[in-house]
């Protein structure tokens, strides 16, 4: 997925655009979205001296029929995962519904294709706050997405969404998490959370499967 993208601002920079707009092949924008996020995003410039690397929309899942949280680092330095109600900087987005300045795109750089999918979207934003840019929700713009395969469940009374993942993504979302951990850009606290992140991912991959042998051996290999 980062060497499409690549691919694809590569085919717009020689078009003149001043914005460019990511998605997945399973999003799809709610009316005004992109209005919202232009005005955000003109209103960021106006006030920051052009820092802003991305304006992302709330993110509305499919399966699980709720907003997505988003990634926020504490000032204690502990990453969290939450709901996000006003328009402010957050830690990373996924990269579907992304809208960003050429101009910053081209400082900050394309998408680590070493990565391939999981996690580009989350290496791409730690990269750009490091080099002092900020991530801005747009909560006036949502989009609808679907998130992997799942569908939601209650648990002891608790709404869960049950991510099924292949193998193969079950490796990646640990590899990649840990590979971004040895990165300078990577922020206080990455380990600490995809130690978290790691073990509720194999619980997941174990409890709900698929190929529960396979996605076994595909932890091994990622935590080697």
């Known amino acids: 997925i980062a060497a499409a993208i690549n691919a ?6 020689k078009e003149g655009v001043q914005y460019l707009w990511i998605f997945d092949q399973d999003s799809q924008p709610r009316s005004q979205a992109l209005a919202a996020m232009l005005h955000t ?8 001296s ?6 992302v929309p709330l993110i509305h899942d499919l399966h699980g029929r709720q907003t997505l949280p988003y990634l926020v680092a504490l000032p204690q330095g502990r990453i969290v995962t939450a709901p996000h109600r006003t328009n402010a900087p957050v830690l990373a987005a996924i990269a579907s519904g992304m809208l960003i300045p050429i101009t910053a795109w081209q400082h900050i750089g394309p998408m680590n294709e070493a990565l391939f999918m999981d996690h580009v979207d989350t290496e791409w934003c730690m990269r750009a706050r490091h080099l002092g840019y900020h991530i801005t929700v747009c909560t006036q713009a949502v989009i609808d997405h679907e998130l992997g395969e799942g569908q939601a469940t209650r648990l002891l009374g608790v709404k869960v969404v049950r991510r099924v993942r292949k193998p193969g ?6 590899k990649n998490g840990w590979q971004i951990a040895t990165l300078p850009h ?9 130690m978290r992140q790691s073990l509720m991912i194999a ?9 529960r042998l396979q996605q076994m051996r595909a932890i091994a290999r990622a935590m080697i």
């Open 8 to 13: 694809g601002v590569q085919l717009l920079e």
């Open 41 to 48: 995003l003109k209103q960021q410039h106006a006030s920051d």
């Open 50 to 55: 052009e820092t802003t690397a991305a304006v």
């Open 169 to 174: 993504r079950t490796y990646t979302m640990i």
């Open 186 to 194: 990577a922020p206080v606290g990455w380990r600490r959370y995809m």
């Open 203 to 211: 619980a997941k991959a174990l409890l709900w499967g698929p190929d």
